[in-house]
């Protein structure tokens, strides 16, 4: 069995309660208790360093530890400086270097919802009335780690994101993790005839943002189509597929299993779909040879800002129905249902977090889930 871990976020915390720890008893913790928020339950994070710079400020280091999740933030160190502050809201949290900056949302850094809930929460039970402080989070290797990610796809540049939903850290590109999202897919199939599949926690964070009750989120990483074959055997009714436009038009093309290291016809999707719709060949071959999904997008819609056309909508739109097919077929292969096998839905968006198109089914499925 695999052993799971904790999320960025845990360790950044925990940092940070070493830290200010030292403010007030000028003593080096070697473990930091932190309270996950979500699960209810209480992690201990050894501390590597602890250092008091000056009578206001601390340092304090750990290190990621995701467990057996191939996550390449294993062992790199998280660094916490806490100060004091006189005026202000209790706790600020700042990004330092090694912190992404979200250039969608005016260059805030790309410290997320449950990063700075799990900080504020856990560091505003140590204050006593009247204490203010400001918490510096740094990843010394961030930057250099980014550019092995996928950040820069969602507008997130210079460094890493501190984004999660819960503290553990499960090992997701291990086969035995298909059995604990098969476990959370079952839990919910049992309570809810409607589910909302997304792939990571960018689509997860949306669609919490559109108003879909969190209860009906199920995330399924690379693993789409066990994932809808047990939908089916689980006799749920309805399903929304809701994920970045580089990933889930994979399915478009009866790539069912996500991973860019099994199969990758992003490209030969877009184009076929260009062509059928009536592009003309030379920006078909711009599309083909674009360097990513979103470079392709971001052509399209250049072509439609300047002749008045409507390639981007044309084309996602065939693309989001041919999804809702292409899963239909392959729930259907898998089934031992002949009748009232599950309905699916698809809405892709892009980098900025916008929607680029919802299919018929999608549009019918979101009025019911919101």
């Not at 470079?295 to 056309?309: E, F, H, P, W």
Request: glycine share 8%.
């Amino acid at each position: 069995m695999s052993r799971s871990g904790y999320t960025l976020p845990v360790f950044a915390c925990a940092a940070a309660v070493a830290a200010l720890h030292w403010l007030h008893d000028r003593k080096s913790l070697t473990f930091a208790s932190v309270d996950l928020i979500e699960p209810a339950q209480i992690a201990e994070i050894p501390i590597e360093q602890v250092a008091g710079l000056s009578e206001h400020t601390a340092l304090a280091i750990t290190r990621s530890d995701p467990g057996d999740n191939l996550d390449l933030t294993k062992d790199t160190p998280i660094w916490a400086l806490v100060e004091w502050r006189e005026q202000g809201e209790t706790v600020i949290i700042k990004g330092g270097e090694g912190i992404g900056r979200q250039m969608n949302a005016g260059d805030k850094p790309a410290i997320y919802a449950y990063a700075q809930r799990l900080l504020k929460e856990n560091l505003q039970r140590m204050l006593a009335p009247g204490e203010k402080i400001t918490v510096t989070i740094i990843l010394p290797e961030g930057r250099s780690l980014a550019v092995r990610t996928s950040n820069s796809a969602f507008g997130v540049v210079e460094g890493l994101s501190l984004l999660g939903t819960t503290g553990i850290s499960q090992p997701l590109s291990t086969p035995d993790q298909l059995a604990v999202f098969r476990a959370e897919l079952q839990n919910k199939a049992s309570r809810f005839e409607s589910l909302v599949f997304c792939i990571g926690e960018n689509g997860l964070d949306l669609a919490r943002k559109l108003g879909i009750n969190p209860e009906q989120l199920v995330k399924t990483a690379n693993w789409l189509g066990p994932m809808l074959v047990e939908a089916d055997v689980m006799g749920v009714k309805e399903i929304l597929l809701f994920g970045y436009h580089g990933k889930l038009m994979k399915l478009a093309g009866g790539i069912f299993h996500t991973h860019h290291y099994l199969a990758d016809g992003r490209r030969e999707i877009l184009a076929a779909h260009c062509a059928i719709a009536g592009l003309k060949s030379p920006d078909i071959q711009a599309v083909f040879n674009s360097a990513t999904a979103e470079a392709a997008l971001i052509y399209l819609k250049s072509l439609d800002a300047s002749t008045g056309s409507d390639w981007v909508n044309q084309v996602y739109s065939a693309i989001a129905e041919t999804i809702d097919v292409r899963s239909q077929e392959y729930i259907q292969s898998h089934s031992e249902r002949r009748t009232e096998v599950t309905v699916c839905g698809s809405i892709l968006f892009d980098r900025d977090r916008k929607i680029i198109v919802k299919s018929k089914t999608a549009g019918l499925l979101m009025g019911k889930l919101c």
